[in-house]
């Protein structure tokens, strides 16, 4: 048995038919919401995590097997080794470029969260950000949170002009996944510099989006929350 056949073996021997009904519902997964199609094993994250730690020599065919997969944990899973690979890997770029090319296989909301930071985050570090700003002008959902996640890498760096950049670019965006993701962003600026925060708040209150904003000021006391909800 191959070490991908394992894998998959170990995957349906840890689904949980009720889970995976009700995280079916939790993500979206009906006619015309954002994760239509998804398949879900119902195998919980650390779960997960932890059968991935004895697939980390798998190559990247086979991770390209997995990420091509209808079923949700096994896409998942693709992105926890293909992380791990990167971590460890001589040539990052060829990891960078693997994950690019796949947007349209990280579809859902907790694949882009777990490894957008993670991977063209940490490569795009200290290297020209085109790419990011090609991903948040585009139409494409998971193109654009890719685009905003990946900034997290850069934030936990205290280098914020490209995440108060993109998140300039999606201001206007209709999909509350990336207002949730913006505002995200935004926090994590805030608890490293409140300043940098408010000064982009200042600017842009009156058209935010109200649920970009509440994740964005979640941390503030309740009397500056108030404050900035009613402007």
């Not at 690019?100 to 909301?109: A, L």
């Not at 940490?122 to 950000?129: A, W």
Request: aromatic share 10%; glycine share 4%.
């Amino acid at each position: 048995m191959t070490q991908l056949s394992e894998l998959r073996k170990e995957l349906k021997e840890n689904a949980d038919p009720e889970q995976a009904k009700n995280l079916q519902r939790f993500f979206k997964t009906g006619k015309g919401e954002y994760g239509e199609g998804d398949i879900f094993l119902g195998i919980k994250v650390p779960v997960q995590r932890k059968i991935c730690k004895d697939f980390t020599e798998i190559d990247l065919d086979e991770i390209q097997e997995l990420l091509n997969s209808d079923i949700h944990e096994e896409r998942m899973c693709a992105l926890f080794i293909l992380v791990s690979k990167y971590k460890k890997a001589e040539n990052k770029k060829q990891i960078f470029e693997f994950y690019m090319k796949n947007y349209n296989n990280i579809n859902n909301w907790d694949l882009v969260d777990l490894s957008a930071p993670n991977i063209p985050g940490n490569y795009l570090l200290d290297k020209p950000k085109n790419i990011l700003y090609e991903f948040a002008n585009s139409d494409n959902l998971w193109k654009k949170r890719i685009a905003i996640l990946s900034t997290f890498a850069f934030i936990k760096e205290k280098k914020f002009d490209d995440s108060l950049k993109i998140a300039e670019l999606l201001l206007n965006d209709k999909h509350d996944l990336i207002h949730k993701a913006v505002g995200w962003m935004l926090r994590e600026i805030g608890k490293r510099d409140k300043q940098v925060e408010e000064i982009f708040l200042n600017k842009h209150v009156s058209k935010m989006p109200r649920t970009m904003l509440r994740y964005a000021i979640e941390k503030f006391p309740e009397s500056e929350r108030k404050a900035y909800l009613e402007k």
